[in-house]
Each structure stands twice: as C-alpha cells, then as structure tokens.
T-cell receptor, first 114, second 118 residues
C-alpha cells in the first residue's frame, strides 16, 4: 500500500515563526502536492512538484515556499507564519503515468498560528 | 478554467438507505477524469471511484456508483445500503487529460458532509 506520512498531526506556532511541514511518500511517486483545506473551500493547491528540485506554483502560493531535495520528500515552508495560515495542510503524491492519476494523501497537519 | 461545484454542503441518510451526492463541473475539454474522494473524520482522504470521460459506462465500486452525464456536465455519486462507516466528507474532483498541455492538478469541489443516521 502507498504510504504518505506527514511530520506532525497538530502544530501550534506563533506569528512570525518559520514553519516546516514535512511529507514523505514510499511509493517512488514522481508527483507530490501540498494542499490547504478550509471549510467550504475544498482543497486548494499551494505548490506541486513533478520531479526532484522541480516545483510549480498552485493557486495560493503566496506566503509559502517548498523544497524537494529527494524524490520521496516534499517540504512546505511558511517563511513567516501568520494567523490567516491557520488551516489543515494535506500532502499528496501520485505516479506520473500508469493511467490511474489517483492522488494518495497523508493524514494532514492541523496548523494553528497564534 | 475548469470549475467543480458541489451544491450540497451537508446530506443525511438513514442507515441502509440510498443517498446521492451531486457534483457539476465546467470545462471546455472533451477528455478528462472525474473522481470522488472520501475523507472520514480525522482520517486520510481516499479515492472512492474514478470515471474517464471517454467511457460511456458509469463506474461502479461495490456499493458506490456514479451517474455520469457528460452533456450536462454532471457527476453524481450514489451510495447504496449506507453504512455508519460511510460518514465522511466527500469531494468531487476533476483532472484534465494527461494528453492535454496542462499540469497535474486536480480541481476540487467544496465537499459534501454525509451524515449517516443509525
């Protein structure tokens, strides 16, 4: 089974702190994604990566950056956390081909910025 | 740009009965994929069912089936014999064909919370 893990289930940070959210997948997937989930808004894509060191902005990249130094690991960075970044963050991965295009999700990190 | 709309923020159904969740989408593409994902409380998002737009036959996975109406751009999910474990947020998602010059994004609806009454 595909396994996507995220470094923390719950995180509380202070305004202005630099925050790192880590995601690791064990299925050698090429694509990895970071989403933000807010009630009534569904999932909004922050960044995705289709290869090591490659990244593309999603719909809401402002205030975020990402890093993918290894294929299995995709990190989301909040350079200076703000209260409006309080949210659930979901990481996902998918294979480049194979006809499935299914995205496999991690358990999520609920981040609270105070 | 493609959009996905789930007009029902919340639905409830009696255990063992059938419920249908609605999803509409807007696209100018002719080839694409549609998905229903399930997110149980405090658990990971998982794929429920997938439909390729070029296939006329509606996808089915055990108690889950879809009613795919391409012309109407409608993609509803029917859950038969509802069980307590079906309680979750359900999200509809759209993906462009891999042959299109597009990225790897899924376009998501806002979700429908399904409540199962015992």
């Amino acid at each position: 089974d595909v396994k996507v893990t995220q470094s923390s289930r719950y995180l509380v940070k202070r305004t202005g702190e630099k925050v790192f959210l880590e995601c690791v997948q064990d299925m050698d997937h090429e694509n990895m994604f970071w989403y933000r989930q807010d009630p009534g808004l569904g999932l909004r894509l922050i960044y995705f990566s289709y290869d090591v060191k490659m990244k593309e902005k999603g719909d809401i990249p402002e205030g975020y950056s990402v890093s993918r130094e290894k294929k299995e690991r995709f990190s989301l960075i909040l350079e200076s956390a703000s209260t409006n970044q309080t949210s659930m963050y979901l990481c996902a991965s998918s294979s480049l081909g194979g006809g499935s295009y299914e995205q496999y999700f991690g358990p999520g990190t609920r981040l609270t910025v105070t | 740009a493609q959009t996905v709309t789930q007009s029902q923020p919340e639905m409830s159904v009696q255990e063992a009965e059938t419920v249908t969740l609605s999803c509409t989408y807007d696209t100018s593409e002719s080839d694409y994929y549609l998905f229903w994902y399930k997110q149980p409380p405090s658990r990971q998002m998982i794929l429920v069912i997938r439909q390729e737009a070029y296939k006329q036959q509606n996808a089915t996975e055990n108690r889950f089936s879809v009613n795919f109406q391409k012309a109407a751009k409608s993609f509803s999910l029917k859950i038969s014999d509802s069980q307590l474990g079906d309680a979750a947020m359900y999200f509809c998602a759209y993906r462009s064909s891999p042959w299109a010059d597009s990225n790897y994004q899924l376009i998501w609806g806002a979700g429908t919370k399904l409540i199962i009454k015992p």
